[in-house]
């Protein structure tokens, strides 16, 4: 397996990874709340919004790596990688490390993978 394979096979499990969690939260937000937290139209809210912005990004990534294009393949990466960052944030702005956490992983997977995309 060459280099950039790898590279598609990782990013096309971390657009699975938040297309799906996205799509679960859309159907069950108080998933969202630590600690059995209480849903409210805030909270519903979130998990719409947070799904609206990350199923496209997830299926656009998905089928831009299917194509193997890479033209468009960076710029995606970019955007995703930086949502990534802003869900981290979110979510150790509420002390939800699990989500801090998991966020700053797959957003490394995407700002490297578009990096080195960059640089060959």
């Known amino acids: 397996m060459d280099l950039y394979t790898g590279i598609a096979i990782a990013n096309a499990a971390v657009a699975l990874i938040s297309g799906i969690s996205s799509t679960v939260g859309m159907a069950r937000p ?26 496209p990004l997830s299926v656009v990534m998905l089928a831009l790596l299917a194509m193997g294009t890479h ?24 002390r939800n490390w699990p989500m801090a956490a998991t966020c700053a992983a797959l957003a490394a997977v995407h700002l490297l993978s578009a990096h080195w995309l960059t640089l060959h």
């Open 30 to 55: 108080a998933l969202a709340i630590p600690g059995g937290g209480q849903i409210n139209s805030g909270t519903t809210f979130f998990a719409y919004a947070y799904g609206a912005r990350a199923v």
């Open 71 to 94: 033209g468009g393949l960076v710029p995606i990466l970019i955007v995703a990688g930086l949502a990534q960052i802003g869900d981290g944030i979110i979510g150790a702005t509420r």
